[in-house]
């Protein structure tokens, strides 16, 4: 296991007095967003990385909660499935997590951080990271759910804090065509809330509304799935809101892309609701290539035409790019 120190890049093993070193501890978790203020800390509100980070320092008996980095910093209201970070903890901490158990540092870290935990945050998997990891650098694209009830049949009170009901019905096949026009990598600026030195490039792999069937059998809730090397601040909401345009025939097919072309805000865009939206998992390449991916990430990326016309598209695919990420961006909905 390579050592790490408290920031994001690999080190050499530190020795101190007592010879200590860390080692880096991946979480999947999982959290009902209603209540929080979102992912990042914040003074004085009630976020995921702050509950989180208090169990953690309480379990490990830490004299001031650890630092979580993250593959996805969500914003208030915004829930998840499959969320992950890494924090790293002194070997000899770790070492003495199973006490005199019979259980592993994984296991006996995921049993305490669930009875200290509230109900709305879970952590599904404790692990110790491979060589090279980083939960946010590390990761070739998140892939998110929006979830939309367009029907009067399709609202369930029960689901009413993850589904957002919308008041008339909703052209999926138009919907469908307009997101087309919105695949590849662009600088995607207009769908963005802007950000002062932060690039606003990205790499949209999927957008794809579709509607499930119901439980009786007939047509289901609309979900928008929507895949990217990474997401700037109201990226998702505001292109589910340009396709919702289109869907209730406000706007014609070929207006998202021409909102994409003109790099700046437009006004028309609503940015629909959080609650709607959830961070369904994050996908990274086998062991091999996370440092290489993370290496990828941090390169700054520039947009690849000239602001006044369309980005070029390049075909959707597996994520391998020359450059990701911007360091001083995080991946954010």
Known sequence: MTA????????????????????????????????????????????????VAGALGTVLRLPAPPRLTVAGRTDAGVHARGQVAHLDVAAAVWAGLPGRSPRTGEQSLLRRLNGVLPPDIRVHRVRLAPPGFDARFSALSRRYAYRIADDPQLLDPLRRHEVLAWPRPLDVPAMAAAAAGLLGEHDFAAYCRHRPGASSVRRLLELDPRRGPSEGGGPGLLVIGVRADAFCHNMVRALVGALLAVGEDRRPVGWPAQVLAGGRRDPAVQVVPPHGLTLEGVDYPGAEGLAEQAERTRRRREPTSPPQGRAAAHPPGPPQVPGSVPAAAEPRR
Do not use: I, K, M, N
């Open 4 to 51: 790490w120190s408290g920031v994001d890049e690999p080190v050499a093993p530190p020795v101190g007095g007592d010879g200590l070193v860390a080692v880096r501890v991946r979480l999947d978790l999982g959290y009902d967003g209603t209540d929080f203020a979102g992912w990042a800390e914040q003074r004085g509100r009630r976020t995921v990385e702050g509950t």
